[in-house]
């Protein structure tokens, strides 16, 4: 009996030690925010979106031009339609805007900005974006800035192309710029922003797996205790 207890906890420990060596080894892995999740087609009803992943917040706000030249609120748009041109048509765009998509102006008449504040504030690293809706000649640029509702500063140069359809880029600069923005890079280009990525820092997770760890260890030793009672 003592053998077939020693035999079971060392099993139990043992998978304690795997899931403690899968859950380190998932700590530097990207935690993807989708800005459609549930591959919707209608109205947000609102111009702000709060995405929620692996229990990490970023925010989703989309602007548009007025006619005295002032960016207001925009109410965004969940897109999901069959690909067009090569290019895929599902993301986040803008309730009334052409194809319901960011488009290019001149000068820019709408954006997509999301707010990365409190995931910068955990040290997140590595910020990528995905766009759809790229079709040949069409582009998206990024911009930079510290103030809501504010374009800012250009980040690198202008992504253009099928090429780049639904596929991550590195945002230039990540870390620097509380609100990272979308916008449509030349003259035609309607595009769909689908999703976010980033790189958290080994002490945001290690919390985590520390509880994580510790509610395996006690549920062994527990069963260590009751099969020892049971003796």
């Not at 007025?66 to 895929?88: H, I, M, Q, S």
Request: net charge negative; with cysteine; proline share 6%.
């Amino acid at each position: 009996m003592k053998t077939a207890i020693a035999n079971r906890c060392t099993n139990a420990l043992r998978a304690l030690a795997l899931a403690s060596v899968l859950a380190v080894s998932s700590a530097g892995a990207a935690v993807v925010w989708n800005f459609n999740p549930n591959n919707l087609h209608a109205p947000v009803g609102s111009d702000t979106l709060v995405l929620t992943s692996e229990g990490f917040q970023i925010t989703a706000r989309g602007y548009t031009r007025t006619g005295a030249g002032d960016y207001v609120g925009a109410e965004l748009f969940f897109k999901n339609r069959p690909p067009d041109g090569g290019a895929n048509e599902l993301g986040l765009g803008l309730v009334g805007s052409p194809f319901n998509e960011f488009n290019w102006g001149d000068p820019l008449p709408n954006f997509l900005q999301l707010d990365l504040s409190s995931i910068l504030a955990l040290g997140f690293t590595d910020g990528m974006i995905r766009v759809t809706s790229l079709q040949e000649g069409e582009g998206f640029q990024l911009f930079g800035s510290n103030q809501q509702g504010v374009l800012g500063t250009a980040l690198g140069g202008p992504v253009f192309g099928l090429t780049f359809d639904d596929q991550f880029v590195s945002v230039p600069d990540f870390g620097m710029f509380q609100f990272i923005s979308i916008v449509g890079a030349a003259p035609g280009s309607n595009v769909l922003p689908v999703a976010f990525s980033a790189v958290p820092e080994m002490s945001t997770v290690l919390p985590l797996i520390g509880l994580f760890v510790a509610v395996i260890s006690t549920s062994v030793l527990r069963r260590r205790r009751a099969a020892q009672l049971s003796v």
